[in-house]
């Protein structure tokens, strides 16, 4: 084979495989572009989604339809199964219409505070010293009463001591850290706690903490919590309580008026 029909040789081969190239790079354009005019399933919000909404809230209240649209349309994220969203919440609010995708939902703990929060309930941090607040027993997700002594009348001196809330969840305990505790110290408050109340409880917690002589918080079971019927304590009932009339005579006690004759 002589050097040019050699170079002839090459140069149709090299043709033939740039034309396969080309062919195969247009057929396989042509199959893209009829790719992504088909239609497809997603899941778009049938209302606006709030944030904080669980997954599986926003299935079980028809939060999610479902909707098909052409491929080329789907964002990125798109959900193709609300399963998806199992154990999942809304990170930031969905608009009606828009496409619900994986990358608006977070776990709860990604949200703090506002994934524990619903409805009525409402987060209040509640400063107090070490005693107070169980500072060093306390642990996040347990479950508190609140106990507190004070005046009625306000101007009074007759005091009273009660159970003013039951059951409050602790959202954030008070750090029991040497020196975080040693830097605390030497500010207002000295330690604070995260409880959640609802929006009623928290009007009893803010006058305890503004009014009550002296209160503190109490620490319930993990499991099988009860509660005792509600009862008023002062110094009438702990002195009464148990003690017959000859004992309460012979301590002098008869000498004492009772609450409301102008007792203390």
């Given at each position: 084979m002589t050097y ?6 090459i140069a149709i081969a090299l043709?033939?495989?740039?034309a396969?190239l ?14 992504d ?9 049938a209302?606006?989604?709030?944030a904080?909404?669980t997954?599986a809230a926003?299935?079980?209240?028809g ?9 080329r349309?789907?964002v990125p ?10 154990g ?15 990358r ?11 994934a524990q ?5 409402r987060?209040?941090?509640?400063p107090g010293d070490?005693?107070q607040l ?8 347990d479950?508190?009463?609140l106990v507190?002594?004070f ?6 001196q007759?005091?009273?001591t ?7 969840p602790v959202?954030?305990a008070?750090?029991s850290?040497?020196?975080a ?6 500010q ?5 706690v ?6 009623t409880?928290v ?7 503004s009014t009550a002589?002296d ?5 319930r079971?993990?499991t099988d919590?009860a509660?005792?019927p ?8 702990i002195?009464?309580e148990?003690?017959s009339?000859?004992q309460?005579d ?8 009772a609450v409301?004759e102008?007792g203390?």
């Amino acid at each position: 084979m002589t050097y040019r029909l050699r170079n002839i040789t090459i140069a149709i081969a090299l043709a033939l495989v740039a034309a396969l190239l080309t062919s195969f790079y247009v057929s396989n354009y042509q199959r893209n572009v009829r790719a992504d005019e088909t239609n497809v399933a997603v899941w778009v919000a049938a209302r606006d989604i709030p944030a904080g909404t669980t997954g599986a809230a926003a299935v079980q209240k028809g939060f999610l339809t479902k909707s098909e649209i052409v491929r080329r349309s789907v964002v990125p994220g798109a959900i193709s199964d609300p399963e998806q969203l199992a154990g999942l919440v809304v990170s930031d609010k969905v608009l009606a219409g828009e496409q619900v995708t994986s990358r608006r939902f977070v776990a709860p703990s990604e949200r703090g505070i506002h994934a524990q929060l619903k409805g009525v309930q409402r987060a209040i941090s509640v400063p107090g010293d070490k005693n107070q607040l169980l500072v060093g027993t306390l642990e996040d997700g347990d479950r508190v009463d609140l106990v507190a002594t004070f005046a009625a009348p306000e101007s009074a001196q007759l005091h009273f001591t009660r159970v003013v809330l039951r059951d409050v969840p602790v959202l954030r305990a008070p750090t029991s850290d040497a020196a975080a505790a040693e830097k605390l110290a030497t500010q207002d408050g000295a330690h604070s706690v995260l409880l959640k109340v609802t929006d009623t409880q928290v009007s009893k917690l803010h006058w305890v903490l503004s009014t009550a002589e002296d209160w503190h918080l109490e620490l319930r079971p993990a499991t099988d919590a009860a509660d005792s019927p509600e009862n008023v304590e002062s110094w009438y009932s702990i002195l009464r309580e148990g003690v017959s009339r000859k004992q309460l005579d012979d301590a002098g006690a008869d000498r004492l008026p009772a609450v409301g004759e102008g007792g203390q």
